[in-house]
């Protein structure tokens, strides 16, 4: 069975850091674009950040650029979101996501261009 396992949520204050972490089991996903992908408090699934494996290309959301970094480790099947300088407004459930393709080319934004999902985590800032 494949599942994708996030972890590393939790309660932070602003300003502060958390990393969230997306472990794959049942397959290998070191070939699959990957995901992140939040839902905040009564508000719509929005993409937040991705990663192409072939050539480590990343993709970020404006609201994210430069304070989260997405990186993984196709050794241990795992994909990582490194959150810092969090706002109240980061927070949200995050889910991990991974495509059925190595690209998705410019729906890479779009949830239903991922065929897999965890179940989410938690994250809540504090103003």
């Known amino acids: 069975q494949v599942q994708l396992i996030e972890s590393g949520g939790g309660l932070v204050q602003a300003g502060g850091s958390l990393t969230v972490s997306c472990a794959a089991s049942?397959?290998?996903?070191?070939?699959?674009?990957m995901g992140w992908f939040r839902q905040p408090p009564g508000k719509e699934r929005e993409f937040v950040a991705a990663?192409?494996?072939?050539?480590?290309?990343?993709y970020y959301s404006d609201s994210v650029k430069g304070r989260f970094t997405i990186s993984g480790d196709n050794t241990k099947n795992t994909v990582l979101l490194q959150m810092n300088s969090l706002k109240p407004e980061d927070t949200a459930v995050y889910y991990c996501?991974?495509?059925?393709?190595?690209?998705?080319?410019?729906?890479?934004?779009?949830?239903?261009?991922?065929?897999?999902w965890g179940q989410g985590t938690q994250v809540t800032v504090s103003s």
């Open positions: 049942g397959r290998s996903f070191s070939r699959n674009f």
């Open positions: 990663l192409r494996w072939i050539g480590g290309n990343t």
């Open positions: 996501a991974a495509a059925r393709v190595t690209w998705l080319g410019d729906t890479y934004k779009n949830s239903r261009a991922y065929g897999y």
